[in-house]
């Protein structure tokens, strides 16, 4: 079913009802692509939340364009109490796989904080590791304000960082697809092969080097 509508404050205002204050949203990009780390948002809001990012358009990073991403970004950033990104990289991904590398990613985004929350509103996925209470919530990037933030901030840091890695490897359109399994990309692993930031046990990756072993 496609997720419909804008994320709310209820999960917020219950968890500040609660007596949270220090309330963190947790979301990860880049579980699906081929090629790139998994990159975690953390982003705690203030509270009050100001009307300012009450009304500037805060969605699911799926749900906007890359310009709307961009502006949001750093609005975000500027009124956010602490906001921070963590990845796990290609080879992290594939030597404990990929659900050990986002949690890792999470992790790592909350260690970057500068402050450290008290509560956790994570999209989906389950977090005990961080030692803080926290809630599990699905398709919390399209219902929770706080998740949809984190999701915007982490979906600007690893486009960026996929922009770079493009430079660093020409020919395979990073910059384009972000390492996801488009027709351009699956055509241009084919005529060159993986580089190092593919992750190799990803189907089309693994299949790849086994026929040319074989």
């Known amino acids: 079913m496609t997720k419909v509508g804008r994320p709310t404050l209820t999960s917020e205002r219950q968890a500040w009802a609660e007596g949270h204050r220090r309330v963190a949203g947790l979301d990860e990009v880049g579980r699906g692509p ?5 990159v975690a948002g953390a982003v705690v809001l203030p509270y009050p939340v100001p009307e300012r990012l009450l009304r500037c358009g805060i969605r ?11 502006r949001l970004a750093p609005l975000i950033r500027e009124h956010a109490v602490g906001a921070g990104v963590g990845l796990a990289t290609s080879e992290e991904i594939d030597e404990l796989g990929i659900v050990w590398a986002t949690r890792q990613a999470m992790l790592r985004a909350l260690e970057s904080l500068a402050v450290r929350p008290d509560l956790l509103l994570i999209d989906a996925l389950p977090l005990p590791q961080a030692g803080i209470p926290f809630r599990a919530i699905i398709h919390g990037d399209a219902l929770c304000l706080s998740i949809a933030a984190a999701s915007i901030v982490a979906k600007v ?4 960082m996929m922009v770079e ?3 660093e490897h020409p020919g395979y359109g990073f910059a384009r697809h972000k390492g996801y399994g488009t027709a351009e990309h699956l055509a241009s692993l084919a005529r060159l092969g993986p580089t190092p930031q593919h992750r190799r046990t990803f189907a089309p990756v693994r299949l790849l080097a086994e026929a040319d072993r074989g």
């Not at 081929?34 to 998994?38: D, E, Q």
């Not at 699911?60 to 961009?70: E, F, G, I, M, V």
């Open 165 to 167: 890695m493009d430079a």
């Open 60 to 70: 699911d990073s799926k749900q906007l364009s890359p310009q709307a991403r961009a």
């Open 157 to 160: 840091a690893r486009d960026r």
């Open 34 to 38: 081929l090629a790139g780390p998994v």
